[in-house]
Every structure is written in C-alpha cells, then in structure tokens.
C-alpha cells in the first residue's frame, strides 16, 4: 500500500515534471534564439500545413544542433518560477482522431485581400462541437467563428513559446508565460480539454475579441456546445485575461 506521504511525492513528480530552473542565456544564445525564431518564420511558411503538429523527431530537419539545444533550454523551464499556477497535463502525440480545419479565411477593416489562417487540428468530436456552434451562431446572429488555433503538438508549442518570448514579449520569461503556455501546461495540447482560440472573420483574435457580438454571443451560448472559457480576468492561474480562448468539456 502507498502511504500518505509517498503519494504526495508521487503527484509532485508527475505536477514538476521538468522542474529544472530559471533560464539563463550567454550572448552567444541569445544570437542563435534569434537565428532560431527566424527559421521557425520560415519553416511556417514552407510547411503551414503541419506546423501545429511538428514532432521533435521532425526538429534537426529545420534547426541546427545549436539552435536545438538552446530550444532544450526553453523547454527545461519550470514556469511555476516565474508565476504559473496552472496543472500539468502532461506532453501527448497528436491524438489519431484529429481533423485538419482549412481553408479558413478573414478580412480585416478594409482591407482587400483575404488572408489565410493556417491548417488547423482538433479532435474530430471537437471540430464538430465547433461547427454546430457555428451553425446556430449563424442563424441568430448572422456570424461565425473562425478557429485560429487548435491543437498543438509540444513541439509546436515550445516554438510558439520561443517567438512569442523574442518577438512580443520583450525576452522576459515571466510576460510570456501570462500569455503562452510551455509544452505540457497548454490547454491546446491537451486533447481531453481541447481549448480552440477562436477570432471572427473581420481577423479579430486577441484583446479586441471581447468586444464583438460574437463574443457576447459565446458567454451566453457557448455551454450548450461544451465549451468553457478558460482565462477570465484576474484568474488563478496567472494567465493573462484571454477572451478568445475556450476549452471544450463535453
Ligand atoms: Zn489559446
């Protein structure tokens, strides 16, 4: 029988999994974290279709030895250092029931071209859940959502986490995770809560998403199809207000 107290030190391995430490880098990979993000830009481009379900087998295809090790790095972070208080759910393979979403298109303001959303992934129960929402959406409102991100491998995630840590969030560990989970605490890459990011067709997806008729419409309505918001303002978990981010619970 497992006592008390083993079976605290048990759920402390499976909660910290991957408890290393705060990050540190030398000059040298702070260039190559550079030279990383950009080859991610580039592997988004050639290879859309997939991206959001890289492996880390498919990693010495786009990035050099350098630039994966210091992508080890980043994954070796214990976010709880630097104020996540959310579970862990552990790093899962792509699950098999997956379903691709393309073809997803918006336009903003007056702008004259269409843009793409990349291929998107989610469990096929999901992506239903999603349509029928859409569905009813259309007929009360006249408007749909759009998913702009679904299902995310752990490796995909890490390089998520890496640009937005370059690009956006000033290189400061602790601004990017309120914003982006690290592999393994991500609702995206937990297949039994899927969470969809979902943006309406004018290409409103972030801060600006509550304020549309389509968010308003998703408070009311948006249990009925099983999905719960994840991230209100001021919550628990230290991730950042995220109005456009719902899991579905079934
Ligand atoms: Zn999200």
Redesign the pocket.
């Known amino acids: 029988m497992v006592s008390a107290v083993e079976r605290l030190v048990l759920s402390d391995v499976e909660v910290y999994p991957s408890a290393m430490a705060r990050l540190r880098l030398t000059q040298k990979e702070k260039q190559i974290l550079n030279e990383t993000v950009e080859r991610y830009h580039r592997a988004r481009d050639r290879h859309g279709d997939r991206i959001v379900l890289l492996r880390d087998a498919d990693l010495p295809r786009l990035f050099t030895v350098h630039q994966r090790e210091v992508l080890k790095k980043f994954a070796s972070i214990d976010p709880r250092e630097y104020g996540f208080r959310g579970p862990y759910y552990g790093l899962h393979e792509p699950p098999r029931n997956l379903v691709a979403i393309r073809g997803q298109r918006y336009r903003r303001g007056k702008e004259r071209e269409e843009k793409k959303v990349i291929t998107q992934y989610a469990p096929r129960h999901v992506a239903d859940a999603w349509r029928e929402l859409n569905g009813r959406m259309k007929e009360e409102i006249g408007k749909e959502l759009l998913v702009v991100?679904g299902y995310r491998s752990p490796t995909y995630q890490l390089l998520v986490f890496v640009n937005s840590y370059v690009r956006n969030n000033g290189c400061s560990i602790a601004r990017t995770a309120r914003y982006v989970t690290l592999p393994g605490y991500?609702?995206?890459g937990n297949p039994a809560r899927q969470?969809?990011?979902f943006g309406t067709k004018r290409g409103t997806y972030n801060g600006h998403f509550s304020r549309t008729q389509e968010y308003r419409w998703l408070v009311r309505n948006a249990k009925q199809f099983g999905f719960m918001f994840?991230y209100p303002r001021n919550n628990k978990v230290g991730v950042a207000y995220?109005p456009?981010?719902w899991r579905y619970c079934g």
Request: aromatic share 10%; glycine share 0%.
């Open positions: 991100s991500s609702e995206h969470a969809l990011d994840s995220e456009w981010h």
